[in-house]
């Protein structure tokens, strides 16, 4: 009887008991399940296996045949014209000179004049530092159109015929005068240079990690692709992307022992030669002067007068600056949004922002726009991350998180090492979540292949997250120009970001994603360039972003 009545008494308790160890099991299958998997392994070194993106030192997994077949392809698609071999060691005298290059306005229609509507068209011709003509193409060149009075600006296409001369190409969007600005980025000479150093030296901006257990810690380099040598390599590939990382392996401690990632310096193995194609001032980011006027005059566009086309190419900019703000071409109206109008559109959504530090900068705009957006410390390393901020009253979520490796900003924790694609993953989605990511910067030192096999990674997330939420937001970040230095041209120049620029328009074509095109945002504004905009032109692509995630209807 007393037996009974105990049982009936501590039921409740053994009950609950069962019901939070079950908890507790079920938690912790779901933390395993969304923790990064790596694979620790440790491997030997080997050279020159048949599966290799650079022939010397970096291996890969396989890819299946279909992204074999669409890497090929998306490389053949932004091969860059190639310069007759020269003489080695390299005579700059034979490079191409912007201050021996020069552009011509081509005349208009009804004897110079132009219209709103119209297209400019301007000829360039380039010269070597001798004075001579150049016979062939290959010429980094930009080109845009602005008045400076206005804040009006636009960024003009440039087409290479592939014998010394080039046109751009301009869409004439606002009434009053308008100058022509072309600008030399880097000779064609350079790119083999370039090329060369991201196949034969990707680890010019190398990595390490620390290593740890109680009092014992090492600290060895890492990267995607490790130089063989005799010391063990240990492998920390993603198990779900199939993403390479590997560290040598320290003396004595083991792989599992790695706490943190941090950039370990940079070794610059270039000739004094070839350094000469890098010369600020000289040849790197110098405008060509004009032969003739620079600017025009554009007038009132005329009822019923067909319009001004190029024979060459069609000038299809994705929008422009008129009084300083961004107007898209693409078929979205871009709104102006105060804060007032920033918390009313974010009300009741998450945004969560991937990628580098560039993505971190519309992060930052938010927090400090937004009164009540409260960032809660995470007691995240400044500059890595991740972040958080929380509008409570409003019910606003937006995060920040890096990128995975390569990742060259401060000391990361290993434990906050997350990519993209598994991140993405783990959203459930909707039509309250916006996902904003942008990845370019930290890749300039690899081969292009590398960073198309990260962005398939991206894709796939992006198609299952779209698939199970159809109604989720995805934004993307294109990479923009920047202040360029020798440093920055061997590390991350403005060719590499363009390239990649390309590589991600052709990856995401046709899926229900939308782009924010930074490089023209950057091109067409009359600001110095600079890897992190200055406000101004992150205010625009704010107003961008927040036009996509809160459409207004027209009248």
Known sequence: METTFLRRMYRPFFLFLAVLTLFYVLYHIYILQFQP??????????????????????????????????????????????????????????????????????????????????????????????????????????????????????????????NGSYSAVFSLLWEGDAQVEVTLVHPGEAFSVLDRLNREQPDRIY?????????????TICDVCLRPTQQPVCNYTDLRTGEPWFCYKPKNLSCDTRINHFMGGTIQNITANDEKLFHSGVNLKVNIPASGLASVTLLPPEEGQPKVKSSTVTSEPSGYY?????????GLTIHQFNASAITQCLKGKAVHMYGDSTVRQWFEFLNAALPGLTEFDLHSPK??????????????????????????????????LRYIANELDGLDGGPNTVVVFGIWAHFGTFPMEIYIRRLQNIRRAVVRLLDRAPGTLVIIR???????????????????????????????????????DAW????????????????????????????YICPQKEG
Not at 528 to 546: A, E, F, Q, R, Y
């Open 37 to 162: 998997k790596v694979n620790s392994n440790i491997i030997m070194p080997r050279v020159s296996p048949h599966d290799t993106v650079n022939r010397s030192f970096c291996t890969f997994q396989p890819l299946s045949p279909e992204d074999a077949l669409e890497e090929r392809l998306i490389l053949d698609s932004i091969a860059w014209p190639e310069t007759p071999l020269l003489p080695s060691p390299i005579s700059v005298e034979q490079t191409t000179d912007p201050a021996h290059s020069t552009f011509t306005i081509l005349p208009g229609r009804k004897g110079g004049q132009w219209h709103v509507g119209d297209q400019l068209e301007v000829m360039i011709q380039t010269f070597d530092f001798q004075g001579r003509p150049k016979k062939f193409g290959g010429d980094f060149l930009t080109a845009r159109l602005h008045n400076q009075k206005l804040e009006a600006g636009v960024a003009g296409k440039v087409v290479d015929h592939l």
């Open 322 to 330: 008129y009084q300083g703000v961004w107007r898209g071409l693409g």
């Open 207 to 219: 990595f390490k990690s620390l290593f740890r257990s109680g009092s014992l810690s090492e600290t």
């Open 383 to 416: 500059q890595a991350g991740p972040y958080i901020s929380l509008d409570f009253a409003n019910n606003i979520l937006v995060t920040s998180r890096f990128h995975g490796p390569p990742i060259r900003i401060v000391v990361v924790s290993t434990s906050a």
């Open 478 to 516: 294109t990479g923009n120009p920047k202040f360029l230095n020798l440093f920055v041209s061997l590390t991350n120049s403005d060719w590499h970001s363009l390239q990649c620029n390309r590589v991600l328009r052709a990856m995401f074509k046709g899926l229900k994603v939308h782009l924010i």
């Open 520 to 547: 023209e945002m950057t091109l067409a504004h009359h600001l110095p360039h600079n890897l992190h905009p200055p406000p101004p032109i992150i205010k625009n692509m704010i107003n961008h972003l927040l036009s």
